[in-house]
């Protein structure tokens, strides 16, 4: 059974750092790999989403990575802002059945 | 494309009571989820349909629950004799199958509170 896992679960940095979230999963037979962002009450956003035979993926301030391996996936923010506070969580979408199994989140607080 | 949308956005109930949500995907996608999420954890799997067809339902899913596709477009799920346990953001999202790499796309989700 897939699990997936999110570390730390809170994190609390001032404004301008570079910083880095965690996502681990036990089971490496994925399709692929969705980081997102919620904020509170609201929904999910997709921020990037890496393919099983991928490697990285950039956007912005942003750059996920996979080591299907090892199961593990970083998300990288580079140069943080408060508006960057948010929910971050992680998804595998897994090979047998098409289901996305999630990490319970990051809870990410920048403070100004 | 509007992307996914969900209505009601709010939805206070009495215990008891019947409520139905909607779930308009983005227009082109073939696959819809309806997952529940409660507060600090992820998102949990209800059921998906590909087109029309209900092809998995979770335990979670208990004989209170039901999920509809009838044209493949827009999804209802629906929650009878609603418990003050079925309280908690309902989740939709769409993808399309028949890309070579999925990507899940959500709407802003329902938040339910059974009182």
């Known amino acids: 059974k897939q699990e997936v896992t999110q570390i730390p679960a809170a994190l609390s940095v001032p404004e301008g750092e570079n910083l880095v979230l965690n996502c681990s999963f036990t089971?490496?037979?994925?399709?692929?790999l969705q980081w997102f962002r919620q904020d509170p009450g609201k929904g999910l956003t997709s921020l990037l989403l890496?393919?099983?035979s991928q490697r990285e993926q950039t956007s912005g301030r942003l750059n996920a990575s996979l080591d299907k391996s090892s199961g593990r996936s970083t998300l990288y923010i580079a140069a943080s802002q408060p508006g960057d506070s948010a929910t971050y969580l992680c998804a595998v979408l897994m090979d047998s059945n098409y289901q996305l199994i999630w990490g319970a989140g990051t809870k990410l607080i920048i403070k100004p | 494309d509007t992307g996914v949308s969900q209505n009601p956005r709010h939805k206070i109930t009495k215990r008891g009571q019947n409520v139905t949500f909607r779930c308009d995907p983005i227009?082109?996608?073939?696959?819809l989820y309806w997952y529940r999420q409660t507060l600090g954890q992820g998102p949990e799997f209800l059921t998906y349909?590909?087109?029309?067809?209900?092809?998995?339902k979770s335990r979670l899913l208990s004989d209170r629950f039901s999920a509809e596709r009838p044209k493949g477009s827009f999804s209802t799920l629906e929650i009878q004799r609603t418990e003050q346990g079925d309280s908690a953001m309902y989740l939709c999202?769409?993808?399309?199958?028949?890309?070579?790499?999925?990507?899940?796309?959500f709407g802003q989700g329902t938040r339910l509170t059974v009182v």
């Open positions: 999202a769409s993808s399309n199958r028949d890309r070579g790499y999925p990507e899940a796309f």
């Open positions: 349909f590909q087109n029309e067809a209900q092809l998995e």
């Open positions: 089971d490496s037979a994925i399709y692929n």
């Open positions: 890496i393919q099983s």
């Open positions: 227009s082109e996608h073939n696959r």
